[in-house]
């Protein structure tokens, strides 16, 4: 940070929330405003839901003494596919009514700040790369496990964009071919098997083909309410299926951690999201699959660990987003 009067906000845009933080130059929270995303009611409500979420926090410091001119800019973490050249959002699958939304230039419009704009799970690996999991590292790797897998991927202290912004769509790494079907159409994804609900999807296919489980008990015969938190519960109680799924879960990840380690030749590897709260459940595997699977030269030495930063992980990244496209981080 050039001076330790400045300050920075990051925003983090989501389906479900919209969470803004004010920050000081070393990721100290001075303000934030958490609101639940009224996606449904459409864009111009969601664009108006983050200026008003921007000022409550910028509010929240000028209570404490922060003036206006210490403010340095906004940062957007948002799901993508997006621009962040130009900064347009080009679409947003929990936001309906999302096409091709210039969000820099209509921020800039309504805050008269600097507006940065970073897809959402980058915007997670830089904040890990600043202050989290992977500080003092120049090369990581991050996955986030929710009802889908997003990827940030950092080498040499860069996010690595690629030519037009779609560089780490790790959940759609095909790692079965012609396997289970994934969100985004295609078989064999990453996500497909590893994210939460395809966590949620195998289990319910091997109950339907008839395997005893204590899942059964667990949820009274309504499969539809088997999360992967159960899954985790079961296993731990020895349940042999629930076992099995883990197992499976953590086969899948190490395949994709390998190739990622064979390629990208990261010192860390971050897993952040729900389910990861399994901890040594899923991580122990995980670890000895990437083993298994990567090279020796490539695997050795690098950490597979999770995530630091919680629930402010997004903003956080959105807010290091800022620092780092102005050449301070
Ligand atoms: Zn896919």
Not at 28 to 51: F, H, P, Y
Not at 151 to 177: P, S, Y
Not at 189 to 198: K, N, P
Request: with cysteine; glycine share 14%; net charge positive.
């Amino acid at each position: 940070m050039k001076f330790a009067s400045d300050y920075i906000v990051g925003v983090d845009l989501g389906g479900t929330n919209i969470v803004s933080l004010l920050i000081n130059g070393e990721g100290k929270v001075v303000g934030k405003d958490t609101r639940a995303t009224l996606a449904q009611e459409g864009k111009e409500k969601t664009l108006s839901q983050i200026v008003n979420s921007v000022r409550t926090v910028l509010e929240k410091g000028q209570s404490q003494g922060i003036s206006s001119t210490s403010i340095k800019g906004v940062g957007v973490g948002s799901p993508g596919p997006l621009d962040t050249k130009k900064g347009i959002i080009h679409f947003a699958p929990n936001l309906p009514g999302w096409n091709n939304v210039p969000l820099v230039s209509l921020l800039a419009d309504q805050l008269k700040l600097p507006i940065f704009l970073e897809n959402d799970a980058n915007a997670a690996a830089l904040a890990e790369w600043w202050i989290g999991a992977g500080k003092k590292v120049d090369n990581l790797v991050l996955l986030t496990l929710g009802t889908g897998i997003g990827g940030g991927i950092i080498i040499g202290g860069e996010v690595l964009h690629g030519a037009w912004d779609t560089a780490a769509e790790i959940g759609h790494m095909i790692i079965h071919e012609g396997g289970l079907v994934c969100g985004c159409g295609k078989r064999g994804c990453l996500e497909a098997y590893a994210s939460a609900t395809g966590v949620i999807k195998r289990t319910a296919s091997l109950i339907k083909a008839g395997r005893k489980t204590l899942l059964r008990e667990l949820v009274h015969d309504h499969l539809e309410d088997i999360t992967c938190e159960l899954v985790y519960r079961a296993a731990e109680r020895g349940d042999e299926l629930s076992q099995r799924i883990v197992e499976e879960t953590a086969r899948y990840l190490g395949i994709g951690i390998a190739s990622l380690v064979n390629i990208l030749n990261p010192e860390v590897v971050i897993l952040s999201g729900g389910m990861t709260a399994a901890g040594d459940l899923l991580f122990k595997p995980v670890r000895k699959y990437a083993r298994k699977y990567a090279l020796e030269a490539a695997i050795r030495g690098v950490r597979i660990v999770p995530a630091k930063l919680g629930d402010n992980t997004g903003a956080l990244g959105a807010a290091a987003t800022v620092l780092k496209r102005k050449g301070w981080i």
